[in-house]
Every structure is written in structure tokens, then in C-alpha cells.
């Protein structure tokens, strides 16, 4: 039983009365209940008995930040805690958005509630909205404040205003903490800069190349075509820097346990405007080792557990949301193994599910995907993914390369096929996309650009070719479907509900031009959302198509995800069979056909699993059910069926 388990368990009589729990008593109860997890995992981190006044004081600052806790979010809390894990419920469908690119700011997304609702979004993920940087900022992740709102977005008060307003409609709000570097104006940067050794310490600073020179030996690069290196030379202090992501972005030091504490304050302000799941930026980065590739270290784990175990005896009803873009080997981890299984993250991105359905439609074929999601590890129940098309980050080719070899293809190979699939490196190929973070070395590269013109429509809107506009939009649809029903929280890319394009808007503006992931941070066009009734244009096609489905969604109990998923063997390598099997509820079947021809399926699969009655099925995407007249069903070009067992 993981800790939150314990602590429903532990509090479930008072849970039942809200108006009779007493906040204070409770805290207390988490308190005692975490504390023996949480001295064993800060004395691994930090067994040097120097450190033990840290622990001490350990207690106390949760006192204190609990006490700074609204009484409101102390209330939510509970009845978070009572509801069985809301986060993987089938009701749950988040957007994520640039905050002033959708709406110009925070009361300015408070005015958008109506649209998200009307599309059926309960979820929203606000992109960094704290200070930062006048220049280069990376979108707001080189953060100088953890807690104060940039003026262009508003202030305290329109954040707070907003997440009531939100709690008023039944909606959720996730924030980014970033938790493995501050920018370099970050008041401890620039405290550091000025020569102070205590805020030296809590970054990674060295006074020559030698320890630079030893973290490099295997330390990959994260940006290497804009941010070559790991370490950044400063000659106001002569030192350097560990910056792993952007020279700007200094890496923060967790070794120094007056760091963590720290950053846990800044967590807790930080959730109390009124978040409810933390994004845990970069979390795979937290640790660093000369000899290692310094990511998903086992103390990088630990730290995230010493983390949440602390923020949960504040904040019971906040959950951690893992940005660990790995190996589906390695993302489980994130989820906490043995004793720490279900006491890490609650839900991670499911990057490796996003990368095998790109690499499927420009295959159009499933086999990859069959192979690989039959092996990714079993997750704790307690825990979820958000499934993905697009976000603001690139596309990075994780896949398999065992697996790619076992199904008689080269990896090197391969994978040049997608990047020039996507980045125009084809002639044929319907994507408009680029390449990010090239390596010219070896011909490696991430992949950007917009979920509509990756799947087609720029190029067929370009050519005023009608046929290709259709069958964009019937891939755009089907993918949507797929991560609707697959099992965890759908995340849409806003702008993606409406079949938005690349933005090259970017390339004019000197700090953006140099990331091409800009080119999928577009401006929402309220133009197109104002004639959404013209029933007829592709943008209106789409956002009609994921409404129906989000709505269908939350009606389909057997989509809130309950570890019941399972992959079945369509024996036809274009088509995509998975299902959500009941657990005493009537269990769906999805069929996807990934390619540009009808495709069929041999019904004795339809028959096995108890989805085929007197000849006919259901589908609940259309409403309507249908007799199978022979012994194939038949799938048009990227058609997708949501079958319901009788
Ligand atoms: C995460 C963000 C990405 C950012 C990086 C550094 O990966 O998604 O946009 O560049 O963290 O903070």
C-alpha cells in the first residue's frame, strides 16, 4: 500500500463527515505517518552527520508551511483524498496552453472557461506564467521567481482569481515546477554571481575544466545545436556553470541539502495559488554523477520521493506529474519501485506511446507499436499517463531500436525515413515539418511542427487539394481517438482542437528563431473559434470531432483507467486493435486502421472477445450498430471504431 492509500485509509472516517475533520489533527496524522520514509530517504541523500540539523529542522518548516496553507485548498485537499483517484478518471481531459498566446493573460483565460468546457476540457496545464528573462527564456522554463506571476500575464491575485474560478466549474490546474535549474537572475544566481559562496554552493561551480572536463567525458548534450556542453564559462566569477539544458539555465545543486529545502518552500508556495498536479520539469536531470549520464540516477528517485513525501503531508490532494521523456523501462521508475512504489510520480507523460503513433502513420503500420506497447512494464494501479499527440516540446524518435531490428529493419535507417517523412525530406510525403536539435555528425534529429500540418493539412490546404484535406482530417481524428480511449488523461495541444498550422512567425523575433519548437507555438486564432457554426471547414470538422468524442468519453466509465488495457493482435499489420476490458463493466474495443486503403479484420477476433452478438456490433463513435454480413469487417482510410460489447 503506497502512502497515499495509507493516509485515505488512516483518515477515512473523518473523510466521510468534512464538516466534523479537523485539518490540523490530520496534518499531524500525515505527519508521523511519513516521517520515518521520509528521515530513511534524506539520510540516504544526505548521511553525512553534518547534515542532520537539516532533518531536524525538517518537521518544523512543514509546520510552518502547512499552516501558510489556505484553509480552502486544506478542505480540497480532503475531499481529493476522498474521491478515488480522480486523476484517472474517465471525465479527465486536459489542454495544455501558452497562457499569453491563447488568451493575453490570466483573466483572459479565466474568460475562456465557457470554450473549454464547451469542448469538454477539465484539465488545464498553464505554461511557465512566473518571471523571467527579458531575452532568451526558454518559454518561461529559466525561471526567476518560482512564485511571482509575470506582469504580462497579470499578478497574484488574477492567478488566484483564476484556480477559484476554475475549483468553481470542476476543473483542474496543473503548473511546471521547475525543479532542476533557476535562470541566471534567479535571486541566488545572481547572489552567486556576486561572489557569495553560500549561493555558489547551490549550484554546480568550479574554478577550471577539471570536474567539467570529467562530467563531459559521458554526459550527453541536451540542446547541441544551440547549447553545446554542459558547463558555461561566467568571467565575473571565473567559473563554470553546470547548464545541461540552456547557458542561462543553472543547474541546481542537490547535494546541498539547504537546496532542497529551499525548493521545497517553493514547491508549497507555489501549489498553494491553487494547484492541484505539479509538473515535475526535468526530473530525470536532478542528480548528478561524474561517470554517468547524470539522468534517472537512483538518487534523482529518491529526491523525487523525498519531495512528495513531504508535500503530501501539506498538501494531501496535490499529485506530481513525471517529465521524463524515456525509455518506457526507465519511465516506470518514475511511477516508484519497492518501497517507494506509488510514493514518486502519480501520473508521467507517455512519450514512447506519442512517438510509436508518428512513427505508425508515416509507416502506416502498427507492428512497432504492437511490439512495444505489449512490453512496456505494468504501472502501479494507483498511477496514470497523459496520453499525447503534440506539446510544446519537439518529438523525439524513442523508439526501440531492438525491437525496430527484430521487425527486419535497420535502425539507422529507419529512423532517417521518419525524420525525412516529417521534415520535408520526401517528396511524397504529405508532412510539413522540421527538424530540431540536428545532429550533422550523425544524422540524428528531433522532429517539430504542428499535429495538423505534421499529419497533412498545410501541404493539402496549400495545394487546394480536397481529397488530402480529408484524409488529414481523418488521421487527426483518429489519432485524438486513440489517446481518448487508450487508458489515462488525453492532453490536447491547444490549437490542435482546431486543426492549427505551423506558426513561422517565430523565425522574425531574434530570441525565438534559434528553436524551431517555436514553430508549434502558435497565437490561438479566437477568428476561427467565432465560425466554428460554418459546419463545413476543416477547423470546425475537428473541434466537432473531439467534442463528440470527449463527451462520449465521459460517459464510457470503462475509459477512466483501471490498469484494463489490453493489446490484441489484429492480424493485419495497418490496423490498431486495443481494449478496455471491463472489470465488470462492459468492455470497448478500439480498431484504428493507420492506413490510406480500407483495411479488414477477420470478425473471429470480434466473436473471441465477446463483441460481436446475433452477427451485428455497436460502435459508439457513430451511434450506430450494424450486421456484419461476411466474415471481415471492413475499415475505411484511417477510420477508427470504438466498439461496445453487448
Ligand atoms: C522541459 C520542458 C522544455 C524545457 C526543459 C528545460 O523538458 O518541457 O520545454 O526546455 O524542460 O526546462
Redesign the pocket.
Known amino acids: 500500500m503506497n502512502q497515499a492509500s495509507l493516509h485515505k485509509k488512516l483518515a477515512s472516517k473523518e473523510l466521510k463527515d468534512l464538516e466534523k475533520a479537523d485539518p490540523q489533527a490530520l496534518f499531524e496524522q500525515r505527519l508521523h505517518t511519513n516521517l520515518p520514509l521520509i528521515t530513511d530517504l534524506f539520510n540516504t541523500l544526505y548521511p553525512d552527520p553534518e547534515h542532520e540539523s537539516h532533518l531536524k529542522k525538517l518537521p518544523g518548516l512543514l509546520k510552518s508551511l502547512f499552516r501558510k496553507r489556505p484553509e480552502e485548498l486544506k478542505i480540497r485537499d480532503l475531499n481529493l483524498l476522498k474521491e478515488e483517484n480522480w486523476y484517472q478518471s474517465h471525465k479527465l481531459t486536459g489542454m495544455q496552453l501558452y497562457v499569453d498566446l491563447f488568451n493575453g493573460n490570466l483573466k483572459g483565460i479565466r474568460e475562456k472557461i465557457p470554450y473549454f468546457k464547451e469542448l469538454g476540457v477539465s484539465l488545464l496545464h498553464l505554461m511557465p506564467v512566473t518571471t523571467r528573462p527579458k531575452g532568451e527564456n ?2 518561461g ?2 525561471v526567476n521567481s518560482y512564485t511571482a506571476v509575470d506582469p504580462r500575464f497579470g499578478n497574484r491575485k488574477s492567478l488566484l482569481d483564476l484556480t477559484a474560478e476554475l475549483r468553481e466549474n470542476g476543473m483542474f490546474l496543473m503548473l511546471d515546477f ?1 525543479v ?2 533557476t535562470s541566471d537572475e534567479y535571486p541566488w544566481a545572481k547572489k552567486a554571481l556576486k561572489g557569495e559562496q553560500k549561493y555558489q554552493d547551490y549550484y554546480y561551480m568550479f574554478p577550471d575544466r577539471t570536474v567539467p572536463d570529467a562530467f563531459e567525458a559521458s554526459l550527453p548534450e541536451v540542446f547541441p545545436a544551440t547549447s553545446p556542453g554542459n558547463f558555461t564559462y561566467r568571467p565575473e566569477i571565473s567559473k563554470w556553470v553546470m547548464t545541461v ?1 540552456n547557458s542561462y ?1 543553472w543547474d541546481l545543486n542537490y547535494t546541498n541539502p539547504k537546496v532542497f529545502s529551499e525548493m521545497l518552500a517553493n514547491l508549497v508556495n507555489m501549489v498553494n495559488s491553487g494547484v492541484d498536479i505539479v509538473r515535475f ?2 526530473l530525470a536531470f536532478l542528480w548528478k554523477e561524474i561517470g554517468t549520464i547524470s539522468q534517472n540516477l537512483p538518487e534523482a528517485h529518491k529526491l523525487i520521493a523525498l519531495f512528495r513525501m513531504c508535500l503530501q503531508v501539506v498538501a494531501p490532494g496535490v499529485i506530481f506529474l513525471a ?1 521524463a ?1 524515456v525509455s518506457p523501462h526507465d519511465i516506470v521508475k518514475y511511477f516508484g519501485e519497492g518501497k517507494l512504489q506509488g510514493n514518486e510520480c502519480d501520473i508521467a507523460y507517455n512519450a514512447s506511446l506519442m512517438s510509436l503513433l508518428w512513427n505508425s502513420i508515416a509507416t502506416k503500420k502498427t507492428l512497432l507499436l504492437q511490439k512495444s506497447l505489449k512490453n512496456v512494464p505494468q504501472k502501479p494501479d494507483s498511477c496514470t499517463w497523459i496520453n499525447y499527440l503534440r ?3 519537439d518529438i523525439g524518435l524513442g523508439l526501440d531500436d531492438g525491437y525496430i531490428a527484430q521487425l527486419g529493419l535497420d535502425p539507422w535507417m529507419h529512423r532517417r525515413f521518419l525524420i525525412d517523412y516529417y521534415c520535408q525530406g520526401l517528396k511524397w510525403s504529405p508532412a510539413v515539418g522540421y527538424k530540431f536539435m540536428e545532429n550533422h555528425a550523425t544524422g540524428d534529429s528531433r522532429i517539430t511542427g504542428s499535429c495538423a500540418s505534421l499529419l497533412g493539412l498545410e501541404k493539402a490546404t496549400r495545394n487546394g487539394d480536397a481529397a488530402a484535406v480529408e484524409t488529414s482530417l481523418a488521421k487527426i481524428l483518429m489519432l485524438h481517438g486513440i489517446i481518448l480511449s487508450i487508458g489515462g488523461i488525453p492532453f490536447i495541444y491547444a490549437g490542435d482542437e482546431l486543426g492549427t498550422l505551423n506558426d513561422y512567425s517565430y523565425l522574425e523575433d531574434a530570441h525565438k528563431r534559434n528553436d524551431s ?1 517555436w514553430v508549434n507555438r502558435p497565437r490561438h486564432n479566437w477568428d476561427v473559434v467565432s465560425q466554428l457554426n460554418d459546419r463545413e471547414k476543416p477547423s470546425s470538422r475537428i473541434f466537432e470531432g473531439l467534442k463528440k468524442m470527449i463527451a462520449q468519453r465521459k460517459k464510457t466509465p470503462v475509459l477512466a483507467d483501471h490498469n484494463n488495457l489490453e493489446i490484441h493482435d489484429p492480424g493485419n499489420p495497418h490496423l490498431f486493435v486495443f481494449e478496455r476490458t471491463g472489470k465488470g463493466r462492459k468492455g470497448i474495443l478500439v480498431i484504428a486502421n493507420f492506413d490510406e486503403h480500407p483495411r479488414i479484420l477477420d470478425i473471429r477476433l470480434l466473436d473471441d472477445l465477446g463483441y460481436l452478438k446475433d452477427g451485428r456490433v455497436k460502435d459508439l463513435l457513430k451511434g450506430e450498430e450494424w450486421k456484419l454480413t461476411s466474415g471481415l469487417v471492413e475499415l475505411g482510410p484511417y477510420e477508427l471504431l470504438w466498439l461496445i460489447k453487448p
Open positions: 526558454d518559454g522554463y529559466a521547475v532542476n535549474h539544458f539555465q520539469d526535468a517529465e521523456i506539446c510544446h516540446d519548437r
